[in-house]
């Protein structure tokens, strides 16, 4: 019944959009990764290349049944093994166009060693590839593998985020990992069963953007699989995306045009555990946002709301397949099924010249807030960062995690927060180039 309400809210609000006006060009991520201007080429190559460097300090478990062992959270994606290192976080390369006036394509491969090809033998990924039809007056069709309308962070693309990591909220809640198990089983790691989901999804989606006076004004509406990329529907049950959003254009045009946008979200569906906790589990995701850009000033802020299949993270903070100090048990990645979580992140940024400008981020994690008061963890992180653009293709991204987690109702001196105490600082250095 709920979901049906919500689908009936959506399909008034879309009736309304399309009745507002012809739709035109406009600068947003449904538009800019799902169409091509009608003078675009039918071949255009292009890509971008992110080498980055990670560093914690590399803190042990201050206690716990893994005490004096590696702390998860203090070694560096994906090989869970040191404290610091150099790595091609992303290489992708695209192909995109126009088949006809009505037809057109975006296809983009990853070379990177990053979640989504290391857990598929490092083999090279098709992250996206897709079909737009343009066909009919107020919805476009967008069918195959792509970006799926939903947070701001995870729909923006890659290539111009300001930070070189997500903020905690999105990572845990957002982009999905997929396993067999809750993790209760304490002989087995229960390691991801596939690639990150990337924030993408096999499916279609209606879609278009209407342009009012100074105002443009969009809606999304999509039916996935759920099950991540590159994969098919696992249990029968599909995922439904819906987007709304509207944006005061200040000016200027591409991926950082000035403007202020409002946007709501929410994403349902189903996951099945085939291992232990087996079974299928409803899976909502809902938030609501708005980004403002005028000249050398950036505003972001998101808010989200998680329940079902929430993330756990591992046991004891330690790396997963590690035996504890007494060898009775394996860590293992956790689940939380049927528990809850909210998460909200701020964003600010100031361009000092034109080449270069300084970020502030503060975002909160509260994770498994539906359950006993001992479960609940909280996250904070502050972001401090800079970015210096070498030329119009080519900068430098550098940022300073501040990172602190608690379990907010368990006396200082439990484990759970002498673990959490563990948790060292992150500085991340990131050069991208662009072509």
């Known amino acids: 019944m709920k979901q049906k309400t919500e689908l009936q809210v959506f399909g008034v609000l879309m009736v309304g959009l399309l009745s507002l006006t012809q739709p035109v060009w406009a600068s947003n991520w449904l538009y800019l ?58 290489a992708r390369i695209g192909v995109r166009g126009l088949v006809s006036e009505k037809i057109n394509y975006f296809v983009l491969s990853e070379f990177g060693d990053n979640g989504i090809t290391r ?49 905690t909220s999105v990572d845990q809640l957002l982009l999905e990992r997929f396993f067999d198990g809750d993790g209760s089983d304490t002989q087995s790691a ?24 100074d105002w443009e004004h969009s809606y999304a509406f999509m039916l996935g699989n759920g099950n991540g990329i590159t994969r098919g529907d696992n249990n029968g049950h599909s995922e439904i995306y819906a987007y709304l959003s509207s944006e005061r254009v ?100 100031y361009s000092i010249l034109p080449v270069w400008s300084v970020e502030l981020r503060y975002d909160v994690l509260n994770r498994r807030t539906d359950s006993a008061a ?5 996250f904070e992180t502050i972001t401090l960062g800079t970015q210096v653009h070498l030329d119009k293709k080519t ?3 550098m940022n300073y995690d501040i990172r602190k987690a608690e379990a907010p109702n368990q006396p200082g001196s439990a484990a759970a927060n002498q673990v959490l105490d563990s948790m ?3 500085l991340s250095v990131q050069l991208i180039t662009i072509f």
């Open 33 to 90: 990764q799902g169409t091509e201007k009608k003078d675009a080429e039918k071949i255009k190559i292009w890509g971008f290349v992110q080498p980055m460097y990670s560093q914690t300090d590399g803190t042990d478990l201050k206690a716990g049944p893994w005490r004096d062992q590696d702390a998860v959270f203090n070694v560096m994606k994906p090989d869970l093994k040191s404290k610091s290192q150099f790595q091609l976080r992303r």
């Open 119 to 167: 857990h598929n033998d490092g083999s090279v990924m098709l992250p996206d590839a897709s079909i737009t039809l343009s066909y009919f007056k107020g919805m476009r069709i967008r069918v195959g593998q792509f970006k799926y309308p939903g947070s701001e962070e995870g729909l923006q693309a890659i290539h111009v985020h300001n930070y070189n990591n997500f903020a």
């Open 190 to 213: 229960n390691g991801v069963n596939g690639p990150v989901g990337a924030f993408r999804d096999v499916g279609i989606q209606l879609f278009e953007t209407f342009k009012v006076k």
């Open 250 to 349: 200040f000016g200027g045009k591409g991926p950082r045009r000035d403007g202020w946008k409002m946007f709501a979200w929410l994403q349902e569906g189903k996951r099945t555990l085939s291992e232990a906790g087996a079974g299928t589990y409803d899976r909502s995701r809902y938030g609501l946002g708005t980004t403002f850009r005028k000249k050398q000033y950036r505003f972001f802020a998101e808010y989200m709301l998680a329940d079902g299949m929430i993330f756990d993270g591992t046991d004891g903070g330690a790396i997963p397949g590690a035996r504890n100090n007494a060898d009775t048990a394996t860590a293992s990645f956790n689940m939380a099924p049927v528990d809850k979580a909210d998460g909200w992140y701020v964003d600010f940024g």
């Open 374 to 378: 001992g479960n609940e963890r909280k």
């Open 395 to 397: 900068r430098v991204t």
């Open 424 to 426: 060292d600082d992150l």
